[in-house]
Nanobody, 116 residues
């Protein structure tokens, strides 16, 4: 069973920064495509950022230029650096792994609240 642990969430003021981390217990982590999703109250889950096993990166339109996704395969960890945070970034953020065999794994989610 894959264990996925997200950390780094919390309360931050508008304009502030946070870095989310997601550590996974997966032996072939480097072969997985990784992503961060988020879900705000009453909204559908949406893709925030993704990074493939080949380091191809994509961002949702609402976070381009403010968020940066990265991975450290030696630490089995994916990061999401979030800058210039806005109240509309408030959501539960989920880490997602997709295996080479198209198996999906999700973290439990971590709350990010942007408020003054």
């Amino acid at each position: 069973q894959v264990q996925i642990v997200e950390s780094g969430g919390g309360l931050v003021q508008p304009g502030g920064s946070l870095r989310l981390s997601c550590a996974a217990s997966r032996a072939i982590f480097h072969m997985h495509d990784l992503a961060w999703y988020r879900q705000a109250p009453g909204e559908q889950r949406e893709l925030v950022a993704s990074i493939t096993k080949n380091d191809d990166i994509a961002y949702g339109d609402s976070v381009k230029g403010r968020f940066t996704i990265s991975r450290d395969n030696a630490k089995n960890t994916v990061y999401l650096q979030m800058n210039s945070l806005k109240p509309e970034d408030t959501a539960v953020y989920y880490c997602h792994l997709r295996s080479p065999w198209d198996m999906d794994y999700w973290g439990k989610g971590i709350l990010v609240t942007v408020s003054s």
